[in-house]
């Protein structure tokens, strides 16, 4: 069965403190990786599609990486603005285009 | 137009009543999907719409829920005597090669 699965749940970071948060999945024919960022009341907000193992991509302080089991969003001197929930969502090799979402990670950073 | 919509972004009913949900998806955008997300839980997908294919219902939770596309566009979302736990946000979101979200409604069934 299809599964995509993030760590941690939440994330509490000092200003300026990088970390990483890592986003697994199972997913027969992977087609494409998504991260999204979801701030409290509003839909998702797309980030970054990733295709293949090794593809990388940066955004602002952000950087999303993929390996054939994994992905990873680094965050590299997060602010406060930064706070949100990021979700990781994989679309499998089915006929249908489906997307399956992670119960996401929530993040704070502290002033 | 430039990007999802949906109506009405907030909705209260009482247990027992119908509602509809509505979404306007990008211009253009030829897949369309329903998500459901619950307080501090992730997003649960409802049912996806391809062009003029017939749509993958795989995800409504029970009979009661329903979704049309008219024209390829415009989608409507229904669900029929509504319950308690039927509150959520339903989100739609459409999409050419990514799929962009719309800012949901907020559905409260008392």
């Known amino acids: 069965e299809d599964q995509v699965t993030q760590s941690p749940e939440a994330l509490r970071l000092q200003e300026g403190e990088s970390s990483s948060l890592n986003c697994s999945y199972t997913?027969?024919?992977?087609?494409?990786l998504f991260w999204y960022r979801q701030d409290p009341g509003k839909g998702p907000e797309f980030l970054f599609t990733?295709?293949?193992a090794g593809e990388e991509k940066e955004k602002e302080r952000l950087k999303a990486t993929l390996t054939k089991k994994e992905s990873f969003l680094h965050i590299t001197a997060p602010k406060p603005e930064d706070s949100a929930t990021y979700l990781c969502?994989?679309?499998?090799?089915?006929?249908?285009?489906?997307?399956?979402f992670g119960p996401g990670t929530s993040l704070s950073v502290i002033p | 137009g430039a990007g999802v919509s949906q109506s009405p972004s907030n909705k209260v009913t009482e247990k027992g009543k119908d509602v509809e949900l509505r979404c306007d998806p990008i211009?253009?955008?030829?897949?369309l999907y329903w998500y459901r997300q619950s307080l501090g839980q992730g997003l649960e997908f409802l049912i996806y719409?391809?062009?003029?294919?017939?749509?993958?219902k795989s995800g409504l939770p029970s009979d009661r829920f329903s979704a049309e596309r008219t024209g390829g566009s415009v989608s409507t979302l229904t669900i029929q005597r509504t319950q308690q736990e039927d509150s959520a946000v339903y989100l739609c979101?459409?999409?050419?090669?990514?799929?962009?979200f719309g800012p949901g409604t907020r559905l409260l069934v008392l």
């Open positions: 979101a459409s999409s050419g090669e990514t799929q962009y």
């Open positions: 997913v027969s024919g992977l087609r494409g």
């Open positions: 990733l295709y293949s």
């Open positions: 969502a994989v679309q499998a090799g089915t006929s249908y285009d489906k997307v399956i």
């Open positions: 211009s253009g955008h030829t897949a």
């Open positions: 719409f391809q062009g003029n294919s017939a749509p993958d």
